[in-house]
């Protein structure tokens, strides 16, 4: 059965350290005032989807051990399919939030989706890393997201071809680090003669997006910040979710900024990715209009 959307990003189990008052220095040891877990990486991206109301699979080994049946049965209970492959280890993050920021330190076994198992669950759209564009089913939409590690073995090198993606998505340090231009708009600019549309998150700053629809920037939302760990896979989640309804540039951009500032509120993303009605309500108090278009029978019974 096809899905509206599947992340091919490795998924990991995210160990979140709240309420420190600063990240310990080598020797030192803090108290928490909690410890979550949640689950991380590509089930980020997948669980927002999920709750935005798209069909939703992780396309990712998990591990045949403790760590990967939590996982598993976290993702069951969000509505999100499992297709990938048992392995031997579950990647592990644990992280360390305080003053807006966060320090992760992460165990990644190095396990990775293949396109026969991606192609299996015959997407409608796909959100990948550029190490695994290789792998994007023909037809899918593709979304390609960077993370830091593949920001800094690209940097001052060139990038692959991206002309058949839907978007880049990037934060501005991963968007200065693979062009090393001097500000956001000049890298949007350069990665754009790489990619049909680029995307640059610019945190409280909103977004800024250059490409073939255009040169747009949407002003962030002021809130306030607890952990911002996830942010930027909620943000990809939303803005394939406002792309899915064919909502236009800038309004996929102002719904995608919305719900990444609305996840920074608590501790871990999950808990942060708030639901399709409380999106669109949310949305309705910044002037954004749904663009969830509702069956014909559904609109006769209102």
């Known amino acids: 059965m096809s899905v509206d959307l599947a992340c091919a990003e490795p998924a990991f189990l995210d160990l979140t350290m709240v309420g420190l008052d600063q990240i310990p220095k080598p020797g030192e040891e803090r108290l928490a005032e909690d410890f979550l877990r949640s689950p991380g990486g590509g089930a980020i991206t997948a669980i927002g989807a999920a709750r935005l109301g798209l069909t939703s699979a992780l396309v990712s080994p998990l591990g045949d051990d403790g760590v990967g049946m939590m996982l598993r049965s976290m993702l069951a209970d969000e509505g999100v399919r499992w297709d990938g492959r048992l392995v031997e280890r579950t990647p592990v993050t644990v992280i360390m939030p305080t003053d807006g920021d966060r320090a992760m330190a992460t165990f990644d076994p190095g ?23 290789p792998l994007a089913p023909a037809g899918a939409r593709v979304y390609v997201s960077v993370g830091d590690l593949d920001a ?66 949407v002003e962030g939302v002021a809130v306030e910040v607890v952990d911002t760990t996830g942010a930027g ?55 954004l209009t749904s663009p969830v278009r509702q069956p014909a029978a559904m609109k006769e019974d209102q």
């Open 233 to 287: 896979d909620l943000f990809a989640a939303a803005f394939v979710w406002a792309d899915h309804w064919g909502a236009a540039l800038e309004q996929r951009l102002r719904w995608a900024v919305l719900y990444a500032s609305l996840s920074v509120r608590v501790a871990t993303a999950v808990a942060g990715a708030v639901t399709l009605r409380a999106l669109l309500e949310e949305g309705a108090g910044h002037g």
């Open 152 to 217: 800094r073995a690209l940097a001052g090198g060139e990038l692959p071809d991206l002309s058949g993606a839907r978007a880049l998505l990037v934060n501005e340090r991963e968007a200065h680090l693979l062009t090393g231009a001097a500000d956001a708009e000049s890298a949007a600019a350069q990665l754009a003669q790489a990619a049909p549309q680029v995307i640059v998150t610019l945190g409280p700053e909103g977004a800024l997006a250059a490409g073939a629809e255009g040169t747009v920037h």
């Open 111 to 133: 396990e990775s989706v293949t396109a026969s198992e991606l192609a299996a669950v015959e997407p409608s759209s796909v959100v990948l890393s550029i190490p695994r564009l």
